[in-house]
């Protein structure tokens, strides 16, 4: 009983490193983001990597983001899966905030190294914070035999990641100017008044004296 019990014992453990080892070979696909914050108006890229863990033949990735905060504004694929690959032009739903693309390798042609699927253009559209998920990723590889054709899928672990976008900066000096006069801005009119009064009523005494000297005058 002890010897078996000690078999049962390294088996569990078998078992038990060969899954973490799976887990951590597993493909993954996820977002890398050049910023993690812009302001409004700002564009800024954004990869979608790729890490296979085994040969694959094509690949399908279904990203989502906030309409309300960022506009997608470019979408290109990488030469990931080779020259002469077959890429499905992106489907764009701006108002709902989803991305969908996808690729394949053509005749029967694998690949099995990392690299960027697919690079995408953001610009900032409002003030808020905009999370860029992976909603499904799936990749597959197909195999040709004389039995037919077989189609695997792979499992694969996602990443996401966001960005931050940030209200415009105001014009340099930091200070928009109020609409509401300060006071010397109310000083300097009611000056220019009293001294335009003044002025008036100098010259109206100086033509009177003027005028009574000439009757005085024409008097004499």
């Not at 564009?43 to 979608?48: D, E, H, I, Q």
Request: proline residues 4%.
């Amino acid at each position: 009983m002890k010897k078996w019990g000690g078999t049962a014992t390294l088996l569990i453990l078998f078992f038990f490193c060969a899954s973490a080892a799976s887990a951590l070979e597993e493909s993954s696909v996820r977002v890398s983001v050049q910023k993690t914050e812009v302001r409004v108006g700002e564009s800024f890229t954004v990869l979608v990597l790729v890490e296979p863990n085994e040969p694959i033949t094509g690949l399908e990735v279904s990203l989502s983001f906030n309409p309300d905060v960022l506009s997608l504004t470019d979408v290109r694929y990488q030469e990931l899966l080779g020259t002469g690959s077959f890429y499905v032009p992106p489907k764009i739903d701006e108002e709902n905030g989803h991305v969908l693309i996808a690729g394949t390798a053509l005749n029967g042609a694998t690949i099995s190294s990392s690299g960027t699927f697919a690079r995408l253009a953001f610009r900032g559209k409002k003030a808020g914070y905009s999370e860029l998920k992976i909603k499904n990723a799936s990749m597959v590889r197909i195999e040709n035999s004389s039995g037919g054709t077989t189609i695997a899928y792979l499992s694969c672990a996602l990443e996401n990641s966001g960005v931050n976008v940030l209200a415009q900066e105001s014009p340099a000096g930091g200070n928009l100017r109020s609409s509401a006069p300060t006071g010397n801005e109310v000083l300097v009119p009611l000056a220019g008044g009293i001294l335009l009064l003044l002025a008036l009523l100098i010259i109206l005494i100086t033509v009177r004296r003027s005028a009574k000297y000439q009757d005085e005058t024409y008097f004499w």
